[in-house]
């Protein structure tokens, strides 16, 4: 680049009316009159600013695009200093950049908003939490679960058995409790779910014609399911084979029906047959069919999702006694035969849900006393912190920091108890969590008649083999592409448990739509190696050259790309507590002797109030954002004024297409000059002084009320998400004929130019007599009136005055029309001017057209 | 009237410890009382010199030309004809909140009664000068009475109108040797002064145009007007040396030669008097005192720059000189010196008022040029330089009040008497505005170059109540605060500059050792803070968490690192606002923490404040051997925490104590003490 330009000015002879100066220690040519910023621009140096608009006088007031000019005491404004001959320019020395980073660090600190939520990005599916949360508060239960499975099929599933990363990070938090997100969900998915089974599916997209592909998938467990919708959405016919009797793998078999009612399931998996997904049951990969069958039945591509239903043994002596079961192996039997045996004193081993199922469900069955053993403390449970209080207050002891040692039996290779060894925290271990280190001689031993072990699972892979293309990792699970979900065999994806080990059902279903995007672009005959290739490249590009690399990228492509958001540290005025309303839930008394769901939902007044304490803390212009890119640019990821006074003002939605949220005002005035000086309405000026000023209109009366045309144009020039277009309702214009005296005057006021004079517009004003029957109207001619006949010819309306006054518009520079020939009568723009009509009502019509919808969609 | 004029101060008399000066102070001890200080001082007196006569012949300019620098000395205009007794009396700002013009009806009325009408002119001034003796009147036989009240006034003319005697009791004390000065004259406060600008302020009848003619007023813009070119005139006040008065301290010469030479028919001239700094009145009293000084010197620059309309942009809260300059426009209109044909030399100059709503910005000259255009007072990027293109975008000069009230005594005396004041680089004189903890609190004009010792000690009289002196603010919110050990700085543009303070407009606010510096930043920059106009990010950002961070500070809540903090904001707000509002913000906060680091340090590690006045970090306790048992300061308490039996000491209840101070105020026996630093509640 720099020896590009090097050339170019070397080769250019520079002209009296150019002046040569260094920036960057490169030499530059511009034009006499050109400031230091478009210098730069000429040559490809890029001077950050955030208040500089090209077509308007700089005003110098964000301060960001300050460069040094050898000689000068102070940085000077490069967007308002004219460049000098000889001058000599650095735009990013360390004082730049750091006054550049102080400037950023004073505007985040007074910019009491949030560019991109937390919960979205903890969410291993990413749904679209503040968006359905908007539905829930404004009562459309509908639409917030067509929103919702855009990235997740099952909320009502998902809503009861979800661990929830999303509530973690929850930014409600600063001021309470995190917001009830899977609660909500569930609560929305349920008050839909009875009137879909019978009416009208709530899909994301309509589903896409056939594209005649034909998919297999292993395994109806929530990865085969979550597959199976999204390439059923894509047009692709699907079949699923699962083993069991029935669907849902370990959501039926593993996870009880106090948590998971499975009338509810089967109404949820109902979606799936609804739109034309194929299931065989029973049907055993290995046993009942091989991989290879599969093709030669003609599917083109094979997903396998067959789980994690193999257990980890304990490895410990005694491990095989009459007694001892493996939680998988105990709850997979329930669900199947509607029972289990249970001993009078069960120990469960291990600290997941499973374990708490395990423990859960041993109460309930009849056990009189369950003890829960768990390596670690009780922070380091893998199992959600309310399952374990729950779990307690049905009676499960918790015994803490202890591991077996082995199972005692008696003669008969019955349990009789099983020997542990109390443990300490070591140093963490790879998954941050302490190692429990063991305590020499402290062995006791927990007597028992039952010993469930539920310290994890790995998938069971019959059927599959090295050979055919299904390798395998060190962990047993199944290797896969990072970003296609391919194996070895480009026809065969896996994803799931079976790729994960044994993990959650989110993460799961997270993988399954990842699959069937990847499926669908193998598919469509994409080159699976290249996008493979090109979304690694992505996900280590910086988040902003990120956001901008996608942009070449199909956008089916896209959205399988994974984009981790920058945090950046501003300061935001979170204040009104309101915590949110606990789910009401059946006494342990209540719940403990029977298999009925726990938690009851919420009503809708508890879910309406919860989903409206959501405080939207996402940016429209999130990726947008030129404060946002520059933040992260100058890496602002600390600020040092984070908690100092920040402005708490109310957003402004009375405009219907303008909404202006001015806590994320950076006071730059382009909005105000842009209106002023190039719309010509005036709406803005900055209010109020010092550390209080703020752009707003007079009185911070609504938009409509002070000149707005609703251009736009606002919108289009703000650097961060201040003003942002909402989404337009309205299609078109319409253009009321009996009222329109063709002034013209639309035509040239509109900002964007959406109007046209078409020949005929511009004539209607001084000679009627040409135009009679000539279609000068938009839809039919009207008889003439024979008064206006006799009037004089009038001179066309050009408004050479207001042009005069620095408007930038020229309405005849485009198409220049003969005015001269106009007056004389004969007709200005060539013969056609009176002519054919063929074309005049579509001219017409157009005239009366609006501006273009250039609302930006609501990103997400 | 010919007496040469030393050009240097003399380091006479530093009276200490005068008893107390009858000033509006208030002895609270928060921040708010530099507020008060400087607001109190804040209004200027006009001194009644000496008395003159309505009518009296006008001096001619050969002979005024001859006596340059005596002014001082020579506020006296001989009366003409009859020997008429004159009583004038101060209507400064100051003075008329202390109630001069109850004096002045009082004067009136006994007078009359004393049927003295035919012998005895009551009369008003503009600011006298010594605003810490309001309300002031002066006579013509030269006697000054401070602190006048009405009642005292049926004495004054019993025994000094009839009696001839001066009231001894009333007369101005010495406060060093508490001797009554009968010539004010001999005030040291007035003897060490040489005034130019202020030359006819408290001298003469501000709203008589005869008075001022009678002191050679108009003399040099009908000269300049009818005999000499914009050249000569340009020539003139450049070799005079004189620059801006305002605080950036351009050379004047150099911007009329700017103005003059930019092409354009439509030129304009501006008089800025938006004076905006807390402490600050020299403009206030010039306009006050003799408006039409500033409009002669209009005159001449509108002549001189080729400029047929002028503005003066003057803060609508100085309602009294927007009154009397009003009154001296249409004066001077009338008279034929403005309008369509000026002096009958065909020179059409048309003069505005132009009242600005007090926003601090708006002295800034861009910010001034768009509140008179009508838009919001906010500061552009220069260049252009108004000189190119200013007012509705016509070349435009802007200048401060002092320097136009300069012009006519430089065009009358000539630029060799000007020039030959000061020191190297800046010549002439400055007026400075004395506010504080200062004897003499008022309005003074030295010699540039003299030191801040000589204005402070010489002049201001030193430090009130005896106190020591610890630091004075120089140039308002925008200057910097110099320690005792640069009091021997002397007082030019580049040395002030180099020390972190500025000349700035004027305003000088000494404080003694009971004021925390801290606290006195923190005031300097709240100021700026809320003037900012919130145009430009480090201005109206980076002022405000400055501003959190001393605050943080006083509330014993400062880290270690915030004092790199406020130098890095300071520096980087310095090196980037767009105007000199943000570029000077700072300097307060700069130079306290070069000169008095480690008070800072005190509050932020031992959460000390040595001054005593950070509430945070202060207890108050009843010294048990000192305390007489009065209940004074029990029966004051606001929140009754003061518990105690007669004649036994008493004892503050700290949990409840709201630190007003009010008891350590009351207490005869000073046995109310304040305790700070890290273990102040552990003791208690």
Not at chain 1, 597 to 616: H, K, N, P, T, Y
Not at chain 2, 200 to 215: H, M, Q, T, Y
Not at chain 2, 367 to 379: F, H, Q, W
Request: proline share 6%.
């Amino acid at each position: 680049m720099a020896t590009t330009a090097d050339d170019l000015t070397a080769k250019q002879t520079v002209r009296p009316d150019q002046v040569t100066l260094t920036i960057d220690d490169q030499e530059v040519v511009c034009e006499l009159g050109e400031t230091i910023l478009e210098a730069a621009q000429r040559v490809g140096i890029h001077i950050p600013t955030l208040c500089y608009e090209p077509r308007l006088p700089a005003t110098a007031a964000c301060r960001i695009c300050m460069v040094e000019v050898e000689g000068a005491r102070k940085t000077l404004p490069s967007c308002s200093t004219v460049a000098t001959e000889g001058m000599v320019v650095r735009t990013n020395t360390d004082r730049v950049r750091a006054m550049r980073h102080l400037y950023l660090e004073l505007l985040l600190s007074d910019h009491n908003s949030f560019c991109t939520p937390p919960c979205r990005d903890a969410c291993p599916t990413h749904i679209k939490i503040p968006q359905f949360l908007e539905y829930i508060a404004h009562r459309d239960y509908k639409n917030g679960v067509r929103k919702l499975r855009e990235d997740l099929p099952f909320p009502a599933v998902l809503g009861r058995v979800c661990p929830r990363p999303c509530e973690g990070p929850c930014r409600r938090q600063l001021v309470e409790h995190p917001i009830t997100i899977c609660w909500l969900h569930r609560f929305m998915a349920d008050q839909c779910i009875d009137e879909e089974q019978e009416g009208e599916l709530l899909l994301p997209v309509e589903p896409k014609p056939d594209s005649g592909k034909r998919i297999a998938i292993v395994g109806g467990g929530p990865a085969g399911l979550a597959c199976a919708f999204y390439a059923r959405l894509e047009g692709h016919a699907v079949k699923i084979f699962e083993a069991m009797p029935k669907t849902g793998g370990m959501l039926r078999y593993g996870i009880p029906s106090y948590r998971l009612p499975r009338d509810l399931l089967e109404k949820e998996l109902n979606v799936l047959w609804r739109l034309g997904v194929e299931l065989q049951t029973e049907a055993r990969l290995g046993v009942d069919y091989q991989l290879e069958e599969l093709f030669e039945q003609g599917f083109d591509a094979v997903f396998l999702a067959m789980g994690a239903f193999n257990s980890n043994d304990m490895r410990i002596e005694g491990e095989d006694a009459d007694g001892v079961v493996t939680a998988v192996d105990f709850l997979g039997e329930l669900e199947l035969t509607g029972d289990v045996h249970v001993g009078d004193k069960v120990t469960v081993i291990g600290g997941g849900f499973t374990a708490m199922d395990a423990c859960r469900t041993s109460i309930r069955k009849g056990a009189r006393e369950v003890t829960c053993l768990y390596r670690r403390s009780r922070k380091e449970m893998p199992a959600h912190h309310t399952e374990v209080d729950e779990a307690e207050e049905e009676g499960v002891k918790l015994e803490l920091l202890v591991a077996p040692v082995r199972v005692l039996t008696d003669a008969a290779n019955k349990v009789t108890g099983i020997e542990m060894q109390r443990m300490e925290l070591g140093e963490p271990d790879a998954s941050g969590r302490r190692r429990p280190v063991p305590v020499e001689g402290s062995e006791f031993v927990v007597e028992c008649d039952q010993v469930i072990s539920a310290i994890g699972q790995y998938p069971k892979l019959d059927g599959t083999s090295e050979e055919q293309g299904v390798k395998r990792t060190k962990w047993r699970t199944i290797e896969v592409d990072d970003f296609t979900f391919q194996t070895a065999d480009p026809r065969v994806f896996a994803g799931g448990d079976c790729v994960l080990g044994a993990q959650t059902v989110i993460q799961a279903i997270a993988q399954g739509k990842k699959a069937a995007w990847s499926i669908d672009a193998f598919l469509r005959g994409e080159d699976m190696a290249a996008v493979s290739a090109s979304l690694r490249e992505l996900k280590a590009t910086p988040f902003f050259h990120a956001l901008s690399a996608k942009n070449d990228l199909d956008p089916r492509i896209q959205r399988m790309a994974e984009i981790p958001p920058v945090f950046i540290d501003m300061t935001t005025d979170v204040s009104h507590p309101s915590p949110p309303a606990e789910m009401p839930k059946l006494s342990p008394e209540e719940r403990k002797t029977n298999f009925k769901q726990i938690e009851l939902g919420f009503s809708e007044e508890e879910a309406v109030r919860g989903a409206d304490l959501c405080l939207d803390c996402y940016c429209p212009a999130n990726g947008t954002c030129d404060l946002q890119r520059y933040s992260i640019e100058y890496e602002v990821f600390k600020n040092r004024f984070h908690g100092g006074a920040a402005h708490d003002y109310e957003a402004d939605f009375r405009h219907d297409f303008i909404m202006r949220e001015p806590n994320r005002c950076i006071n730059c005035g382009r909005c105000v000059r842009v209106c002023r000086l190039e719309v010509g309405s005036s709406c803005y000026d900055n209010m109020g002084r010092g550390y209080d000023t703020i752009v707003s209109t007079a009185d911070n009366m609504p938009l409509q009320m002070v000149g707005c045309v609703s251009c736009g144009k606002c919108a289009e020039t703000c650097p961060t998400g201040s003003i942002v277009t909402n989404p337009r309702r309205l299609e078109s214009y319409d253009l009321d004929e009996s009222r329109c005296m063709f002034c013209g005057e639309c035509v040239e006021v509109c900002p964007y130019d959406a109007l046209e004079q078409t020949e005929f517009f511009e004539l209607a004003g001084f000679s009627r007599t040409t135009l009679a029957g000539q279609s000068l109207y938009a839809r039919e001619p009207r008889p003439l009136d024979p008064l206006r006949e006799t009037l004089p010819d009038l001179v066309p309306h050009v408004r050479d005055a207001v042009l005069g006054q620095g408007w930038t518009w020229d309405p005849i520079k485009d198409d220049p029309v003969d005015l001269e020939a106009f007056a004389r009568g004969d007709g200005g723009n060539g013969d056609g001017a009176g002519g054919d009509g063929d074309g005049a009502g579509g001219d017409g019509k157009a005239a009366a057209k609006p501006a273009e919808g250039k609302a930006a969609e609501e990103e997400g | 009237m010919s007496d040469e004029h030393t050009t240097h101060p003399q380091t006479g008399e530093t009276p200490q410890g005068p008893d107390a000066a009858p000033a509006p102070e208030g002895a609270a001890p928060e921040s708010a009382d530099v507020a008060a200080e400087t607001a109190a001082a804040a209004a200027p007196e006009t001194a009644a010199g000496a008395p003159e006569t309505a009518g009296a012949a006008p001096e001619s300019v050969p002979e005024t030309a001859a006596a340059p620098a005596s002014d001082a000395r020579n506020v006296k205009v001989e009366p003409v004809g009859d020997d008429r007794f004159r009583v004038s009396v101060c209507a400064g700002t100051a003075c008329v909140f202390a109630g001069s013009m109850a004096v002045y009806e009082a004067f009136v009325e006994e007078v009359e009664a004393a049927g003295l009408e035919d012998k005895v002119d009551v009369t008003i001034i503009g600011c006298h000068g010594l605003c810490s003796q309001s309300p002031v009147v002066v006579c013509s036989d030269d006697s000054f009475y401070g602190g006048l009240r009405p009642t005292d006034v049926a004495t004054v003319v019993e025994e000094h109108l009839k009696g001839g005697r001066p009231v001894e009791k009333l007369l101005y004390k010495d406060p060093a040797t508490g001797e009554p000065v009968r010539d004010w004259h001999e005030i040291g406060f007035y003897r060490q002064q040489t005034r130019i600008a202020l030359r006819n302020v408290g001298v003469i009848d501000p709203e008589s145009l005869d008075e001022c003619l009678a002191r050679g007023g108009y003399e040099a813009a009908r000269v300049c007007l009818t005999e000499k070119t914009p050249e000569w005139i340009i020539e003139h006040v450049t070799d005079s040396g004189i620059r801006g008065r305002g605080g950036a301290g351009f050379p004047t010469g150099v911007k009329w030669e700017f103005a003059h030479k930019s092409p354009g028919d439509e030129k304009y001239i501006i008089c800025n008097a938006d004076e905006g700094d807390p402490g600050a009145f020299m403009d206030c009293s010039i306009l006050e005192g003799d408006p039409h000084a500033v409009i002669e010197g209009l005159l001449i620059g509108s002549y001189a720059i080729g400029a047929h309309e002028g503005y003066v942009y003057v803060r609508a809260e100085y309602p009294l000189a927007v009154k009397r300059l009003t009154k001296a426009i249409a004066d001077a209109e009338e008279r034929g010196y403005l309008g369509d044909d000026c002096f009958g030399s065909g020179w059409r100059f048309d003069l505005h008022i132009k009242l600005g709503a007090g926003a601090f910005v708006c002295g800034e000259e861009t910010a001034l040029i768009a509140s008179i255009e009508g838009k919001r007072g906010m500061p552009r990027t220069r260049p252009p330089y108004p000189a190119v293109s200013g007012l509705w975008g016509k070349p435009t000069n802007i200048n401060n009040v002092e320097t136009l009230a300069n012009i006519p005594w430089i065009i009358n005396h000539g630029a060799d008497q000007y020039s030959a004041l000061g020191a190297e680089r800046s010549r002439g004189t400055k007026a400075f505005s004395l506010a504080g903890k200062i004897v003499n609190g008022g309005l003074a004009e030295v010699p540039m170059g003299s030191t801040l010792r000589h204005i402070i000690f010489d002049v201001g009289g030193g430090i009130k109540d005896g106190r020591e002196f610890k630091a004075v603010q120089l140039g308002g919110p925008s200057g910097g605060c110099l320690p005792a050990s640069l009091l021997d700085t002397s007082i030019d543009y580049e040395s002030l500059a180099a020390t972190g303070a500025i000349v700035g407009s004027g305003g000088m606010v000494v404080v003694d050792d009971q004021t925390c510096m801290v606290d006195l930043a923190r005031f300097f920059l709240q100021f700026t803070q809320r003037e900012s106009c919130g145009k430009c990010v480090p201005c109206r950002l980076g002022t405000k968490r400055m501003l959190e961070t001393l605050d943080r500070i006083m509330a014993g809540d400062g880290r270690e690192e915030d004092l790199d903090l406020l130098e890095e904001l300071s520096h980087y707000i310095i090196d980037g606002t767009l105007c000199a509002l943000g570029g000077t913000a700072p300097n307060p906060v700069l130079t306290t923490l070069k000169y008095f680091r480690e008070e800072y340090e005190a509050h932020v590690r031992e959460k000390r404040c040595p001054a005593g006045k950070c509430k945070a970090l202060i207890t108050y306790y009843i010294d048990p051997e000192a305390c007489t048992g009065c209940m004074l300061c029990a029966k004051k308490c606001p929140t009754n925490v003061i518990t105690g039996e007669k004649k036994q000491p008493h004892v503050i209840d700290v949990a409840g104590c709201i630190k007003c101070d009010t008891c350590r105020q009351v207490c005869r026996f000073d046995a109310v003490k304040i305790r700070s630093g890290i273990a102040q509640t552990a003791e208690v």
